[in-house]
């Protein structure tokens, strides 16, 4: 099987076996061996912070995830599913990913309505009203209130079933508008799709009997719920380099290859003592080096590091 570059840069990069002949430059060959030596006395030190396996398996694993997050996204914004749940933690690309998708689809937002922050049942009422037709999107994106309210969650569990009529109902005297000012109806049928993208672990949740536990699993069992799996340290490096390395991202932040390099390399370096470990640290990286190009990494040092 032929070895792949990102692995192997990343393997090279924090000390660990990789089966391949990469060529490595003296700059490279000096920050694998620097590193290998952190690596090692933090082992020898009793730190369990970082696991000395092959990443490529994380690698692998991550990206299964995303791909199969690829296919079922696509199936809920084209209607041919009902409801798909995203848990992952903050930073890793999760909305960024599925922002793209949305707009693909509905450039011009006639369809979709994306909705962020706190959200009260009759505000979540209102939304699934105007995304009741079939070919219609409701997307949740850090909306975690909907989660902690029984009302909004009997709501979402009427709304994501999988029964043929979906109706909803609104018992209340409260007269609940559209955004053009136009009266609501107490009961309606929802034929619309819904994403919701949280930082919650409902499987985590459950296993801790939160007091929700049963309706988090009426939603899972109505939903596609993927879950990316990302719990260490050692799993947000590799998905950074997953994401930093891609053309994709020199051309959206306007940087050549030096600059990843060198933001790679003082991530792989500090992963264990940054202060948030994600995608937005690239950036942020990025920011202070385009602020200072000679001394940015003293700036990072004290911004970003614990």
Same mark, same amino acid.
């Given at each position: 099987m032929t070895p792949n570059p990102k692995i192997g840069r990343l393997a090279r990069s924090i000390g660990q076996p990789w089966k391949g002949n990469p060529v490595i430059n003296s700059k490279e060959a000096q920050s694998r061996d620097n590193v290998r030596r952190r690596v090692n006395r933090a082992a020898q030190s009793g730190n369990n912070v970082v696991s000395l396996h092959?990443?490529?398996? =994380? !690698?692998?694993?991550?990206?299964?995830? !995303?791909?199969? @997050?690829?296919?079922?996204?696509? /199936?809920?914004? /084209? *209607?041919?599913? %009902?409801?798909?749940?995203?848990? $992952? &933690? &903050? $930073?890793? *690309?999760?909305?960024? @990913?599925? +922002?793209?998708?949305?707009?693909?689809?509905? &450039?011009?937002?006639?369809?979709? %309505?994306?909705?962020?922050?706190? =959200?009260?049942?009759?505000? @979540?009422?209102?939304?699934?009203?105007?995304?009741? +037709?079939?070919?219609? #999107?409701?997307?949740?994106?850090?909306?975690?209130?909907? !989660? $902690?309210? @029984?009302? /909004?969650?009997?709501?979402?569990? /009427?709304? #994501?079933?999988?029964?043929?009529?979906?109706v909803l109902t609104y018992g209340s005297d409260y007269v609940i508008t559209d955004s053009q000012g136009r009266k609501v109806p107490n009961k309606f049928e929802f034929s619309g799709s819904a994403i919701f993208i949280t930082?919650?672990?409902?499987?985590? #949740?459950?296993?801790?009997?939160?007091?929700?536990?049963?309706?988090?699993?009426?939603?899972?069992?109505?939903?596609?719920?993927?879950?990316? *799996?990302?719990?260490? &340290?050692?799993?947000?490096?590799?998905?950074?380099?997953q994401v930093v390395e891609t053309p994709e991202f020199a051309e959206e932040h306007e940087v050549d290859s030096q600059t990843i390099e060198e933001i790679l390399e003082y991530i792989d370096h500090n992963y264990d003592r940054m202060r948030e470990l994600s995608i937005r640290s690239a950036k942020k990286l990025i920011d202070l080096r385009e602020t200072d190009p000679d001394g940015w990494q003293e700036l990072a040092d004290l911004t970003c590091l614990i």
């Amino acid at each position: 099987m032929t070895p792949n570059p990102k692995i192997g840069r990343l393997a090279r990069s924090i000390g660990q076996p990789w089966k391949g002949n990469p060529v490595i430059n003296s700059k490279e060959a000096q920050s694998r061996d620097n590193v290998r030596r952190r690596v090692n006395r933090a082992a020898q030190s009793g730190n369990n912070v970082v696991s000395l396996h092959d990443d490529s398996e =994380i !690698f692998n694993r991550i990206e299964s995830r !995303f791909r199969i @997050l690829d296919k079922l996204s696509d /199936s809920v914004i /084209s *209607g041919k599913s %009902n409801a798909l749940i995203l848990s $992952g &933690p &903050p $930073g890793v *690309g999760k909305s960024h @990913l599925l +922002e793209k998708k949305v707009a693909k689809y509905d &450039p011009n937002a006639i369809n979709v %309505n994306v909705s962020k922050g706190y =959200i009260r049942t009759t505000a @979540l009422y209102r939304i699934l009203w105007e995304c009741r +037709e079939k070919g219609q #999107l409701a997307v949740f994106d850090d909306a975690d209130s909907v !989660f $902690g309210d @029984l009302n /909004s969650l009997n709501l979402l569990k /009427s709304a #994501l079933d999988t029964g043929k009529n979906r109706v909803l109902t609104y018992g209340s005297d409260y007269v609940i508008t559209d955004s053009q000012g136009r009266k609501v109806p107490n009961k309606f049928e929802f034929s619309g799709s819904a994403i919701f993208i949280t930082n919650y672990d409902f499987d985590a #949740l459950i296993e801790k009997k939160h007091k929700f536990s049963e309706h988090f699993k009426a939603l899972m069992s109505r939903s596609h719920y993927v879950t990316l *799996g990302m719990r260490t &340290p050692r799993d947000y490096l590799v998905r950074i380099h997953q994401v930093v390395e891609t053309p994709e991202f020199a051309e959206e932040h306007e940087v050549d290859s030096q600059t990843i390099e060198e933001i790679l390399e003082y991530i792989d370096h500090n992963y264990d003592r940054m202060r948030e470990l994600s995608i937005r640290s690239a950036k942020k990286l990025i920011d202070l080096r385009e602020t200072d190009p000679d001394g940015w990494q003293e700036l990072a040092d004290l911004t970003c590091l614990i």
